[in-house]
């Protein structure tokens, strides 16, 4: 059986998207900066997509700008709340520990130029509480940047009220939505959200195009320089066809929100039951205020990239936050947030799953972990110092 399990990765295209992408590639190639009609009907593409996307998320079609992705998105918009800061003197920002890395790098960036940072801890079940970001905004504070829904391990954070709270105080609400957008149900005005990221290939789009949403009123900075493209505020021809994709993949998610999640939701439940029956696990996250297609264990005694790879083995495609798949030697920061220890959470596993998961397919994943997991604990010599009593079992 092939399984795949990493849609907070990528996700794969819908036909709909492919075919919206195809005209673009093919006949209507030209430049949308272009006089002549075959470079406006190519404009006339991108502005269609912008009043389509603006219109999943409640907002105008003049708040959109066109992105190469989450990254880009998140990084504007941060620097652009910095730079409006800082000319008001204002040079605090308040974030969290469990940002994803296109948030995190830029922050620390911003610390080197001499902006303060307050990282909200996100407690055991991964949630920002918004009455300990109320007692931490300040005279001087320009951005809040909080997630909509962690990439990691699913969780949902209470987006609506923490816009509320920055709105009160008038401070600018960032919020990285690009595991959310096409997946629940996001309202700008309703979230009370001033910026928002997202990216086409988490919702059945192609890889290398985004957006970020911009409120009325709020003037971004470019990141990118070069022509007037995006009304000045990010230059570079545009990914006309990605961008026609991009519309067609969100009306096609958005339209069926209600439907899809809760399909997944039961499957995610079964699948976390099963699971929870494997000795010394725990799942990562909130238990309901999660992603309805996020999967997030650790199992103790093990090491995630073996898993990772038996499993590939069998047919399913997962990830992990242990050290070596990131890149870096640390584990993941969001399982250490949560407070996993370090030899915790080298044995996580992450699973999401996605429209066209089966109930076989959970049944077929919860036996293929539950074997190798076993298999793995046979000849790990961690396992072995905490079934002789060695060391204390933590799970
Ligand atoms: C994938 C992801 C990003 C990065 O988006 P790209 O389009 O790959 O640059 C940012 N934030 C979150 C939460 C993500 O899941």
């Not at 920002?128 to 940047?145: A, Q």
Request: aromatic share 6%.
């Amino acid at each position: 059986m092939k399984i795949y399990a990493d849609n907070a990765a990528t996700t794969k295209m819908s036909k709909r998207a492919i075919e919206a992408m195809l005209p673009y590639l093919e006949d209507c190639y030209g430049n949308p900066s272009s006089l002549y009609s075959e470079g406006q009907r190519a404009k006339e593409a991108i502005e269609n997509a912008r009043a389509v996307i603006a219109r999943c998320i409640g907002a105008a079609a003049k708040e959109i700008i066109f992105t190469s992705g989450g990254s880009e998105a998140d990084t504007q918009a941060i620097v652009s709340a910095a730079a409006l800061g800082k000319k008001k003197g204002k040079t605090h920002i308040i974030s969290d520990t469990i940002e994803h890395h296109a948030v995190l790098h830029t922050l620390k960036k911003l610390e080197k130029e001499g902006f303060e940072v307050t990282y909200l801890p996100v407690h055991e079940n991964g949630i920002v509480r918004p009455e300990e970001l109320e007692k931490e905004i300040r005279d001087d504070t320009c951005l809040v940047t909080v997630m909509f829904a962690n990439n990691e391990i699913g969780t949902v954070q209470p987006v609506r009220e923490i816009g509320e709270i920055c709105k009160k105080h008038n401070v600018l609400f960032h919020t990285d939505a690009v595991q959310a957008v096409g997946h629940l149900h996001v309202d700008v005005n309703a979230d009370n959200i001033d910026m928002l990221s997202a990216s086409a290939h988490k919702f059945h789009g192609p890889k290398g195009v985004g957006f970020l949403y911009v409120r009325k009123g709020i003037r971004p900075v470019n990141i990118i320089e070069g022509g007037a493209q995006e009304r000045g505020f990010r230059a570079g021809t545009e990914n006309v066809a990605g961008i026609a994709a991009m519309a067609a993949a969100l009306e096609e998610a958005c339209g069926r929100i209600p439907e899809v999640s809760a399909k997944l939701t039961v499957l995610r439940d079964r699948l976390i039951k099963g699971l929870s029956e494997i000795p010394h696990s725990a799942l990562n996250g909130d238990p309901v205020k999660r992603l309805p297609s996020n999967v997030n264990f650790c199992f103790e005694g093990i090491e995630g990239e073996s898993l990772l790879l038996l499993l590939d083995d069998k047919g399913i495609s997962a990830s992990s936050g242990s050290a070596c798949t990131s890149g870096s030697l640390d584990p993941s920061h969001v399982l250490l947030a949560i407070g996993r220890v370090h030899d915790v959470a080298h044995g996580s596993l992450r699973l999401t799953i996605g429209e066209d998961t089966t109930d076989d397919g959970i049944d077929y994943i919860i036996g293929a972990v539950k074997e190798v997991v076993s298999y793995l604990r046979g000849f790990s010599p961690v396992w072995r110092d905490l079934m002789s009593g060695k060391s204390k079992f933590i799970l």
